[in-house]
């Protein structure tokens, strides 16, 4: 696409011009309309695709989780649905749960150890 094409901000986008811009196939595009939600293109009275904007974004941000950061389209959707998590401190309740879980493990541990020993006899 030439740099004059490519300044031109249009309303609507049909699915070639859309290919071209993300460099993907109107194949990909119409699947991945079928596995992400956020992606839902509006159709004309032919029924052509017109995509806005904000869908050629979606598209580029889906391109790069699946193609960049390698993930699947599951992780993919769950990532445009709910984005990264911010880093929060651990609830009282999830220390709470954690050490116990360590003392369980460590009686584990220990009630092998005297069964190892009683193998060993």
Known sequence: M????????KLYYSIGEVSKITELKPY???YWETEFKELRPSKNKAGNRTYR????DIIL????LLYNQKFTIEGARRMLT????????PSESSILENESNAEVLTNIRRELKSILE???K
Request: aromatic fraction near 0%.
């Open 61 to 64: 941000r889906i391109k790069d």
């Open 118 to 120: 009683e193998l060993n």
């Open 82 to 89: 709910d984005p990264e998590p911010v880093n929060e401190e």
């Open 2 to 9: 030439d740099s004059k094409t490519q300044s031109i901000k």
């Open 28 to 30: 990909v595009l119409r």
């Open 53 to 56: 904007q904000k869908d050629i």
